[in-house]
């Protein structure tokens, strides 16, 4: 039974079209994220959000929409994509003041 | 804002012990994490320091020292396995939870 599970694991998609991905986790975490991991494998954290609730937005383009329908789900929508999004997409969860992360296996998404 | 600075590889043999070490700059702290991602795969949680010290947890320890906005993984007895990137990543005290990544230090064991 897969703690933090993300849709789809491959996306490959032209430059302007609109992609969506999903995370859900069953851990009863009251807090997600989404990670972008380069092709330098740098994880740099573009959202966080507690209880449904955006608390961190890391100056990402508004092209980036994230959606918490409840705590236990985190969905990001992605329009007029670009060359520069192609990247790995790491939602994770964890309880509020923990140290430690649960990451979902990952969404590989390819623009060209 | 905060950065971190790690090595960015590491070589060792089967059996030996390896230290990856992570000086980290930040506004605030609450700990100091260590993550490992293989090729492919996502990252999974090793150890989470708060305080000064060593935690040990089986074949893997992590230190840190906040008085010197450093910490350190120590992998003992080497195995194949343990060939992946190795992850510090920090907390900063900004009121709610932000975990930022340093750059990640690849280890690579051979026989």
């Known amino acids: 039974d897969t703690a933090v599970s993300q849709t789809p694991k491959y996306l490959v998609t032209q430059m302007g079209n609109d992609k969506s991905i999903k995370c859900e986790q069953n851990?009863?975490?009251?807090?997600m994220y989404w990670y972008k991991q380069d092709s330098k494998k740098f994880l740099k954290i573009m959202f966080s959000?507690?209880?449904?609730?955006?608390?961190i937005n890391e100056t990402v383009p508004n092209r980036f929409s994230p959606k918490s329908p409840d705590k236990a789900h985190l969905n990001l929508h992605i329009n007029s994509l670009e060359l520069g999004d192609s990247a790995v997409y790491f939602c994770?969860?964890?309880?509020?003041?923990?140290?430690?992360?649960?990451f979902g296996e990952g969404s590989r998404l390819t623009v060209l | 804002g905060q950065s971190l600075e790690q090595p960015s590889e590491v070589t060792a043999v089967e059996g030996a012990i390896v230290q990856i070490n992570c000086t980290y700059q930040t506004s605030g702290f609450y700990g100091l994490s260590w993550y490992q991602q293989h090729d492919g795969g996502a990252p999974t949680f090793l150890s989470y320091n708060a305080l000064d010290g060593l935690e040990e947890t089986g074949r893997f320890s992590s230190f840190l020292s906040r008085s010197d906005s450093y910490g350190y993984l120590l992998l003992q007895e080497l195995q194949m396995k343990d060939s992946a990137s190795y992850f510090c990543?920090?907390?900063?005290?900004?009121?709610?939870?932000?975990?930022?990544f340093g750059t990640g230090t690849r280890l690579l064991v051979s026989p």
């Open positions: 990543a920090v907390m900063g005290n900004t009121g709610f939870q932000k975990l930022v």
């Open positions: 994770a969860s964890s309880q509020q003041g923990a140290g430690e992360l649960f």
């Open positions: 851990l009863g975490h009251d807090t």
């Open positions: 959000y507690n209880n449904k609730e955006l608390i």
